[in-house]
Nanobody
């Protein structure tokens, strides 16, 4: 079992940067892929960015065109960081951190593959 808690959401202006943090508890070996998803009102939950257990491999979802977002993880501290730059009003959504146990150093991009989810944190970008 894993428990995930996101933090760092808030209200920012277009063009600003914001960092979201995900703290994972319940297992300390880091043998899970991590991903960030987001869901805007009336829209489906979409994959934003992911990182493999070792941190060597990353996957980028459609919202991260131009690589405005970056992800990192610290397995010693069981945390993951989502760095968001050049934010746009379209980035407004609830952002979720998710974890999935995997047997190799791969990314996971589909929400149904993730078993563990945080409660989400709101990010609002004003124009």
């Amino acid at each position: 079992q894993l428990q995930l808690v996101e933090s760092g959401g808030g209200f920012v202006q277009a063009g600003d940067s914001l960092s979201l943090s995900c703290t994972v508890s319940g297992r300390s070996d880091g043998a899970y892929a991590l991903g960030w998803f987001r869901q805007a009102p009336g829209k489906k939950r979409e994959f934003v960015i992911g990182i493999s257990p070792s941190g060597s491999n990353r996957a980028f979802g459609e919202p991260v065109s131009g690589r405005r977002f970056a992800i990192s993880r610290d397995n010693a501290r069981n945390t993951a960081l989502l760095q968001m730059n050049s934010l746009k009003p379209d980035d407004t959504a609830v952002y979720y951190c998710a974890a999935a146990f995997v047997s190799s150093d791969v990314n996971v991009i589909f929400p149904e593959q993730y078993k563990y989810w945080g409660q989400g944190t709101q990010v609002t970008v004003s124009s």
